[in-house]
């Protein structure tokens, strides 16, 4: 049985992951049931970094 990714969060605290199963494959995999149980994931955005340098 295919496994969703475990990307762990970057350093800023943001994850993703790089597609390397087609279509078909996560249309399998999100059978009505899985999509039943599924938990949205928690949001974490990256800390506000330094505002720009003005040009005055």
Excluded: C, F, H
């Excluded at 969703?4 to 970057?10: G, R």
């Excluded at 949001?43 to 330094?50: Q, S, V």
């Amino acid at each position: 049985m295919q496994q969703p990714p475990k990307d762990p969060p970057n350093e800023d605290g943001v994850s993703g992951s790089d597609l390397n199963q087609t279509r078909e494959e996560i249309l399998e995999y999100w059978t009505e049931e899985r999509m039943a149980e599924a938990k949205p994931r928690e949001a974490r955005l990256p800390k506000p970094g330094p505002p720009p340098a003005s040009d005055d």
